[in-house]
């Protein structure tokens, strides 16, 4: 059975950090491309940042310079560093993992206060 577990969300003055951890079970991790999303109220999901098997990154506009996206591979989990927080970060923020299937976690709220 493939899980992924999200953590880390909560809620946060603007200008803050937080760090959200994804971890996986039941797929082979290393093979796996890993991705954020995030959906806010009324939006539809949308990419935050994505790690490939092989450790390359790519980053939505909105975040870039921002967050960072990493993973460790032996301990089956990505990570989103998220630092400089504004109030249209808030959302809840999915993990997913992608090889030949498509996985989701169930999600982590994030609130950023004004």
């Known amino acids: 059975q493939v899980q992924l577990v999200e953590s880390g969300g909560g809620l946060v003055q603007a200008g803050g950090s937080l760090r959200l951890s994804c971890t996986a079970s039941?797929?082979?991790?290393?093979?796996?491309?890993m991705g954020w999303y995030r959906q806010a109220p009324g939006k539809q999901r949308e990419l935050v940042a994505r790690i490939s098997s092989g450790g390359s990154t790519n980053y939505a506009d909105s975040v870039k310079g921002r967050f960072t996206i990493s993973r460790d591979n032996a301990k089956n989990t990505v990570y989103l560093q998220m630092n400089s927080l504004k109030p249209e970060d808030t959302a809840v923020y999915y993990c997913r993992a992608q090889s030949t299937y498509l996985y989701w976690g169930q999600g982590t709220q994030v609130t950023v206060s004004s």
């Open positions: 039941g797929i082979i991790f290393s093979n796996n491309n």
